[in-house]
C-alpha cells in the first residue's frame, strides 16, 4: 500500500515536470503583471500626489473593465492581426499585441502629471486595462489549447500552475514597482512615479523575449 501510496505521489508530481507547465506558468504571470499597474501602484501614485481617496476611489473603476471583457471574447477569436498572426500564431499575436499597447502606454503614463492632466492619465489607465482584459481572454484560451480535452490530471495541474503565476506576476511587480519607486525617491529623482512605470515597462519586454 506504502508503495502505491508512493509511486501515486511521484506520478501527480510529474505532471509538473511536463515542458507545457513552465509555458503555462509564465502565461499566468504575463497575465497577473498589469494588475499592479492599475491596481497599487497607480492608487500610491495618485496618493503621493495628494488626489483625494474619493478620486482615487473613482479612479479605481476602471477594473470594472474585467468584468465585460466576456462581450468582446468571440471577436478575439474572429480577428487576425495582420503580420503578427502569420508569425505567431492568432493566440500568441494577440498577445503581444496587448503587451505593445501595455507597453506603449506606460510610456505616456511617464510624461503625465497626475495633477494637471488626471483625465489624461484615466484614460490611459482604461486603455492598459481594456488591453490586460483581453489578453486574460487570449491568455486562457491559449494555457486551454496547451492541454488536450482527454488529458484531465493535466488540465488540472495547469489551471494551477496559471494561478501561481497569476499571483506571481502580481506580487513580483508590487514588489518591482514599490522598491524601484523608493530607491528614485531616494537619489533624487523627482517624476520618481513615472520612471517607474518605464521600468516596469522594461520588465513587460523581459517576460516577452
Known amino acids: 500500500v506504502l508503495e502505491l501510496k508512493k509511486q501515486s505521489l511521484s506520478e501527480t508530481f510529474s505532471i509538473y515536470f511536463d515542458r507545457r507547465m513552465p509555458k503555462i506558468l509564465l502565461l499566468g504571470a504575463i497575465s497577473g503583471f498589469p494588475w499592479v499597474l492599475?491596481?497599487?501602484?497607480?492608487?500610491?501614485?495618485?496618493?503621493?500626489?495628494?488626489?483625494?481617496r474619493s478620486t482615487i476611489g473613482w479612479a479605481g473603476l476602471i477594473f470594472?473593465?474585467?468584468?465585460?471583457?466576456?462581450?468582446?471574447a468571440p471577436l478575439i477569436d474572429k480577428l487576425r492581426i495582420p503580420v503578427l498572426t502569420k508569425k505567431l500564431g492568432h493566440r500568441r499575436g494577440w498577445i503581444v499585441l496587448m503587451q505593445i499597447t501595455i507597453l506603449v502606454s506606460l510610456v505616456v503614463?511617464?510624461?503625465i502629471n497626475p495633477t494637471e492632466n488626471l483625465a489624461l492619465l484615466i484614460t490611459v489607465g482604461l486603455i492598459i486595462a481594456i488591453a490586460?482584459?483581453?489578453?486574460?481572454?487570449?491568455?486562457?484560451?491559449?494555457?486551454?489549447?496547451?492541454?488536450?480535452?482527454?488529458?484531465?490530471?493535466?488540465?488540472?495541474?495547469?489551471?494551477?500552475?496559471?494561478?501561481?503565476?497569476?499571483?506571481?506576476?502580481?506580487?513580483?511587480?508590487?514588489v518591482v514597482a514599490l522598491f524601484t519607486a523608493e530607491y528614485f525617491e531616494n537619489i533624487g529623482i523627482i517624476n520618481y512615479w513615472?520612471?517607474?512605470?518605464?521600468?516596469?515597462?522594461?520588465?513587460?519586454i523581459l517576460m516577452n523575449i
Not at 490530471?153 to 506576476?169: C, D, F, I, N, T
Request: glycine share 14%; net charge negative.
Open 38 to 52: 492599475i491596481g497599487s501602484s497607480l492608487s500610491l501614485w495618485l496618493k503621493e500626489e495628494g488626489l483625494s
Open 64 to 72: 470594472g473593465v474585467y468584468a465585460f471583457n466576456y462581450l468582446w
Open 109 to 111: 503614463w511617464s510624461f
Open 132 to 174: 490586460s482584459a483581453t489578453q486574460d481572454i487570449t491568455v486562457d484560451a491559449l494555457r486551454i489549447e496547451q492541454i488536450g480535452e482527454n488529458e484531465g490530471k493535466s488540465m488540472a495541474a495547469g489551471a494551477a500552475m496559471a494561478v501561481v503565476g497569476w499571483w506571481s506576476g502580481y506580487k513580483l511587480g508590487g
Open 194 to 204: 513615472q520612471k517607474t512605470f518605464l521600468v516596469l515597462g522594461i520588465i513587460i
